[in-house]
């Protein structure tokens, strides 16, 4: 992904970041 063009990476980011905040959200109701 970071060796792509750059120009593209504030959109990649853009939908890459809500990803991760689910997937870290999930782990953390997962948590016991």
């Keep these: ?3 792509m063009a750059n ?3 504030g959109k ?3 939908f ?3 990803l991760i ?3 870290v959200k ?3 109701q ?3």
């Design 30 to 32: 997962n948590k016991r």
């Design 26 to 28: 999930t782990k953390g």
């Design 16 to 18: 890459i970041l809500p």
């Design 21 to 23: 905040e689910k997937i």
């Design 12 to 14: 990649t980011a853009a």
């Design 1 to 3: 992904v970071f060796g």
């Design 7 to 9: 120009t593209g990476t």
